[in-house]
């Protein structure tokens, strides 16, 4: 089935020690996002491409960066990860259309731990 | 900036009953609500999704209604089940930016 994938499911890290989650998918969409989700609360975008074209958030930490090498990847790497950055991070994905995006599907999310 | 209300935050059922969600936005050019069931440890899955020129949407238990003049759209889920415990987000999708924004969320539980 055509899904968003995410691997790892559970990371854990070091105070400080940099990590790269991947996301893949299967829905040939163009768009891509990193969301990152606390506990009991909603989603956050952190930023999402059209396809190359890189859009951040303006609240979103230097510490997180992404790269898309092609249609079905896109990673986040967050370089020195602190406490504060524990989380839900989940990547989704959408249709651009002519008068702007498409529903937007998700992937399970990796949990990322920060000791 | 765009808002996305959403209540209540928690609600509890008994089994068979029906459970209704409400959530109200801000931006009056959102023109796509969808709805997400998010199970404990998992990704958000859409349920059920309208667009601005529908007033009401049905796929078996669930359903949705918009009302485009009060900005405000609700989820109404009959006959729950045990299963159909999570926690539901409502969002709405601003044209301009092309983001979802969010409600906060509301923490269903159906008891047996």
């Known amino acids: 089935d055509a899904m968003v994938i995410q691997n790892p499911r559970y990371q854990v890290t070091q105070f400080g020690k940099p990590v790269t989650l991947s996301c893949s998918q299967t829905l040939n969409h163009n768009v891509m996002y990193w969301y990152q989700q606390k506990s009991s609360q909603a989603p956050k975008l952190l930023f999402h491409y059209y396809d190359k074209d890189f859009n951040n958030e303006a609240d979103t930490p230097d510490n997180f960066q992404s790269r898309r090498p092609n249609t079905s990847f896109c990673f986040l790497d967050i370089r020195s990860p602190g406490l504060g950055d524990a989380a839900m991070y989940l990547c989704?994905?959408?249709?651009?259309?002519?008068?702007?995006?498409?529903?937007?599907?998700f992937g399970p999310g990796t949990r990322l731990t920060v000791l | 900036g765009e808002n996305v209300e959403q209540h209540p935050s928690t609600l509890s059922v008994q089994e068979g009953d029906s459970a209704v969600i409400k959530c109200t936005y801000s931006?009056?050019?959102?023109?796509?609500f969808p709805w997400y069931k998010q199970e404990l440890g998992k990704g958000p899955q859409l349920i059920i999704d309208i667009r601005s020129n529908v007033g009401e949407k049905k796929d078996q238990r669930i359903a949705v209604t918009l009302n485009k003049t009060a900005k405000h759209f609700s989820l109404h889920i009959t006959e729950t089940q045990p299963e159909d415990s999570a926690v539901y987000f409502c969002?709405?999708?601003?044209?301009?930016?092309?983001?979802?924004?969010f409600g906060t969320g509301t923490r269903l539980q159906v008891f047996p």
């Open positions: 989704a994905t959408s249709r651009q259309t002519s008068g702007g995006t498409d529903t937007q599907y």
């Open positions: 969002a709405a999708l601003t044209v301009n930016t092309d983001k979802l924004i």
């Open positions: 931006d009056s050019a959102s023109n796509y």
